[in-house]
């Protein structure tokens, strides 16, 4: 089941296996990918040795929040982005 986090005022998608005790495991497949590019058989692998895993969209990814009316941002950037890639 799909959740959703709220952070700085967008969304992360998100889904977890294995119980909330296990160890935490957070899975990041890179920038622009979407949590279904960890196969679900993999989560369930590490959840079945113990683990809590977390796979999630990244932000303009997936089911997270979309910034489709944003500038572009640039290194050094000239404020209009919501963000820098510095």
Not at 11 to 40: C, K, N, V
Not at 47 to 74: C, I, K, M, Q, Y
């Amino acid at each position: 089941m799909i959740l959703r986090a709220p952070a700085n005022g967008i969304e992360l998608a998100y889904e977890t296996f294995g119980s909330p005790g296990g160890r935490p495991l957070l899975l990041i497949m890179g920038l622009g990918a979407q949590l279904i590019h960890w196969d679900e058989g993999f989560c369930e692998l590490l959840a079945g040795r113990g683990h809590h895993v977390v796979r999630f969209d990244n932000r303009d990814a997936g089911e997270s929040t979309h910034l489709r009316d944003a500038a572009v941002p640039a290194s050094g950037g000239d404020g209009r982005a919501p963000y820098l890639l510095d």
